[in-house]
């Protein structure tokens, strides 16, 4: 009673239609038609069971591979000296008095956990050494050698850190002896004989650095020094470079450790 005309007629045809409609619902529902969601479950089921199986497979490969070729999965330490590569630097002091000659330098890379020793609370590393070679073409150095009245030659080692090298660099030739040994990490009075070799090692950890050398007369002698010729031994570098360059282009990155400090990096986000 006062529907609006064909209200009638849309019950009438959907009371008639209802069974069948429940028919349908039951029959997908039931034996006849499986719900469309069952074949993504047998996808997922299919794929879980081939990655099972390529793991397993990868699995067996592995212990065949362990039990009939081993050296395949012995741990690699690190390089002994005798196995590092050495680059080498070389050429004549300055024979004038006073002089303070920058050498040139090696860049070394950075150590591996593997490698790394915990010292003094921090991890350690020697990762290569750092030679350096004096000598002179033959005979008697007397007052003109390292050993002479008022000789004072030093070799003086920087790496490329703010306090170090880089303090010193832009001044190199206006500073003075104290001013370069007190930013050098290491400097070596060389009362020396001709052909001995001092040798230096190199430890750090977290990345690649420059270390630079240089040999300066600090003493208070005025006469002409005999013909002396040095010889660096980058044992272990990456690069070298010599006096012209005081200021080397960065080192050489390992794209295998920057890939493992990047998931590194992902996995504690």
């Given at each position: 009673r006062g529907a609006r005309p064909g209200a009638m007629e849309c019950c009438v045809a959907y009371c008639r239609a209802a069974p069948a409609i429940d028919g349908a619902r039951d029959l997908a529902l039931g034996e006849g038609v499986k719900p469309r969601c069952s074949r993504s479950g047998a996808r997922i089921?299919?794929?879980?069971?081939?990655?099972?199986?390529?793991?397993?497979?990868?699995?067996?490969?592995?212990?065949?591979?362990?039990v009939h070729f081993p050296a395949l999965f012995k741990r690699a330490g690190p390089l002994s000296?005798?196995?590092?590569?050495?680059?080498?630097?070389?050429?004549?002091?300055?024979?004038?008095?006073?002089?303070?000659?920058?050498?040139?330098?090696?860049?070394y890379r950075a150590a591996y956990h593997s490698e790394a020793t915990m010292r003094n609370g921090h991890p350690w590393a020697v990762i290569g050494r750092l030679n350096v070679t004096l000598s002179h073409d033959g005979g008697f150095l007397g007052w003109h050698g390292p050993q002479g009245p008022g000789r004072d030659l030093l070799l003086m080692i920087y790496d490329d850190e703010p306090s170090h090298w880089d303090a010193i660099r832009d001044r190199w030739q206006e500073s003075t002896c104290e001013e370069k040994k007190a930013a050098a990490n290491w400097v070596y009075r060389l009362r020396v004989q001709p052909w001995a070799t001092r040798s230096f090692p190199i430890s750090q950890f977290s990345m690649a650095r420059h270390w630079h050398a240089a040999i300066v007369d600090c003493g208070s002698s005025r006469a002409p020094w005999a013909p002396l010729r040095y010889k660096l031994a980058g044992v272990g570098?990456?690069?070298?470079?010599?006096?012209?360059?005081?200021?080397?282009?960065?080192?050489?990155?390992?794209?295998?450790k920057n890939f493992k400090a990047d998931i590194r990096q992902l996995l504690t986000q």
């Open positions: 089921a299919v794929t879980v069971g081939v990655c099972i199986l390529a793991l397993a497979m990868v699995l067996a490969v592995s212990w065949v591979c362990a000296v005798a196995e590092m590569p050495v680059a080498f630097v070389e050429g004549e002091l300055p024979r004038d008095p006073g002089f303070a000659y920058y050498l040139g330098g090696f860049c570098s990456l690069t070298k470079w010599g006096p012209e360059e005081a200021n080397p282009d960065d080192c050489p990155q390992d794209p295998w």
